[in-house]
């Protein structure tokens, strides 16, 4: 049996991805701060036939929560395969000057630290079992590309998700590790759903955006996880059809 670990797993994509790799047939060791979300969780993607769940709740900002964790798992199943690093916040909003430090440092904390943190466990357990090797993917966004407006934070965030898949995939060549980031754009979850309301826009409007179903993201994941580790898929970027992204700004 396949084993993966999907961090932010209760609710939006990482409960689409959980849905998606249980119905697979993989193992998977659900990560988040709330009990109650990651039973839901488990509970609607329970199926006839889907891998078995660890719930786990994790701080993933905490270097011994995390590492308890993947020792959970590793107790468990034996083995890591998969990590799904999605766990992430939209952090503060306005110009630069108007952000808080504390806000500023709380969104560090979660979307560059804690998927250090996670990616670090993972690639210690996918390097030390036998046989070695593993994927990592790991949630960027199309931020990680081109900001909205006011959004230094979640930005400057992204654009360091990027340099540490490199950084991940580059290290763990030797060791068959494999580092994919995925860069999502208005999938319709939760966090996006003032997109179709209305969002401001590079030249001051304010419009809305078309979104798209986490389904298709979490097939796609799905697809990356089961590819044989002599394929690498280090980037792929999937958008709702016909949001501001390509012509940003």
């Known amino acids: 049996m396949p084993v993966a670990v999907v961090t932010g797993a209760g609710s939006g994509l990482g409960r689409a991805i959980t849905v998606a790799l249980r119905k697979a047939g993989y193992g998977v060791a659900l990560l988040g701060r ?3 979300t990651l039973e839901e969780t488990a509970a609607l993607s329970a199926a006839p036939g889907s891998g078995p769940v660890l719930v786990l709740p994790t701080d993933v900002t905490s270097a011994p929560a995390v ?5 959970t798992v590793r107790d468990a ?3 890591v395969d998969v990590l799904v ?3 992430g916040r939209i952090g503060p909003s306005g110009l630069v000057d108007e952000i808080a430090v504390d806000e500023w440092r709380a969104t560090v904390e979660v979307n560059l630290t804690g998927m250090f943190l996670c990616a ?3 690639f210690a357990a996918m ?3 036998s046989p070695s090797g593993g994927r990592i993917i790991n949630n960027g966004s199309i931020s990680a590309h081109a900001p909205r407006p006011g959004s230094a934070a979640y930005t400057a965030t992204k654009h360091a998700i990027t340099g540490l898949t490199k950084a991940l995939s580059l290290d763990g060549r030797a060791f068959g590790i ?7 754009g208005n999938a319709a979850t939760p966090m996006t759903t003032a997109m179709s309301e209305g969002v401001p826009q590079a030249d001051g409007s304010v419009r809305p955006e078309p979104t798209f179903d ?3 993201v979490a097939e796609t994941v799905v697809h990356v996880a089961r590819l044989p580790l002599d394929v690498d898929v280090p980037f792929f970027t999937m958008t709702a059809a016909g949001m501001p992204f390509l012509g940003r700004g």
């Not at 590492?67 to 020792?71: C, D, H, K, P, Y």
């Not at 494999?178 to 999502?184: A, G, K, L």
């Open 34 to 36: 709330t009990a109650s």
């Open 67 to 71: 590492e308890r964790a993947f020792a």
């Open 77 to 79: 199943w034996g083995r």
């Open 85 to 87: 690093n999605n766990a």
């Open 120 to 122: 670090r466990a993972a």
């Open 127 to 129: 390097r030390g079992q």
């Open 178 to 184: 494999r580092c994919s980031q995925v860069d999502i």
């Open 214 to 216: 986490p389904r298709h």
